[in-house]
């Protein structure tokens, strides 16, 4: 049954992680959720078909005293999930235009995350979030198996160098790589297959990997668990990324690498995981910009 909000909020329309609208991952931003309910706030979720709105509210009391904080909920289609990177940063990006550039801090499901959003000469804005306290986790050879039975793929085509890991920052991602660009591109997998196998490891993407260079790396990510076929920028899953690259230092541990996504969508996006020593935590950030009215789907 469809759920009319109670009040109709402003629903805003962003991508991130390109600074044209046709390119990156749309999002749904509702910068005043005041009073919607969880019902009404899927509603809107379903209604807009990306794979993640995000919706604000008041700061939790930990965070009141502080200035430009907000609490922030992320829904897909069909799902509430603890975290999301693209809704994130287009979320700032908005917040920006309104308000003026700056740092932010959203408190999420998974913890809070502290945004900062600058503003280049020409007037693009950038916005990079700093992830919860990332982890890097085994995951059995059986499971590997079913994941890659579900894609179509075979083990032959995992790259040696680059072992299956879950990795996290705010979600669960299974983390394959891939070794040729080919392989990466032919993506038809089994939408419930993979589906039923994500819900049963908790997990949010798989994140597809294949290596162009030392820092540049091509990646795509499934999302049947949000109703989504497939993500075309996922900064949460980037995030995840970069904490798996460094602990198995597959990159040193100052790093800033590229990840391009969306290509094979049609909507290229480019994403910045930055790295620092001694610092467990990973930044990503990217542009965005505002999906006009007429090209909204």
């Given amino acids: 049954m469809t759920t009319t909000p109670s009040r109709s909020p402003e629903i805003l329309r962003y991508t991130a992680f390109s600074a044209d609208p046709a390119g990156g991952n749309p999002a749904g931003v509702v910068l005043d959720a005041t009073g919607l309910s969880d019902a009404e706030q899927l509603a809107i979720a379903a209604d807009l078909g990306y794979s993640e709105t995000a919706f604000l509210t008041a700061p939790p009391a930990e965070l009141s005293g502080q200035e430009r904080a907000y609490t922030v909920r992320y ?103 891939v070794t040729t660009r080919a392989r990466l591109a032919d993506l038809d997998y089994d939408f419930e297959r993979l589906k039923d196998f994500m819900l049963s490891l908790d997990l949010t993407t798989v994140q597809l990997v294949w290596r162009e260079s030392e820092t540049v790396f091509h990646v795509r990510d499934p999302f049947p668990v949000g109703g989504v076929v497939e993500d075309p920028a996922t900064g949460a899953a980037a995030a995840a990324f970069g904490a798996y690259a460094r602990e198995l230092g597959l990159v040193p541990e100052e790093s800033a690498l590229e990840l391009r996504q969306g290509a094979d969508m049609g909507r290229p996006g480019e994403l910045r995981v930055e790295l620092r020593a001694g610092d467990p935590r990973v930044r990503v950030g990217g542009t965005g910009a505002r999906i006009p009215e007429a090209g909204a789907r």
């Fill in 75 to 177: 829904f897909s289609p069909e799902a509430e999930v603890p975290f999301c990177g693209h809704a994130t940063i287009a979320t700032a990006i908005a917040h920006a235009e309104r308000r003026g550039p700056g740092d932010l801090l959203f408190a999420t499901w998974a913890g809070t995350v502290p945004v900062t959003v600058t503003e280049a000469s020409d007037g693009t804005l950038r916005a990079t979030l700093t992830s919860v306290e990332p982890a890097v986790h085994e995951v059995a050879e059986k499971d590997v198996t079913e994941a890659l039975a579900a894609l179509g793929w075979s083990a032959a085509d995992l790259d040696p160098a680059f072992p299956p890991r879950i990795g996290y920052a705010g979600a669960r991602h299974l983390i394959l790589a």
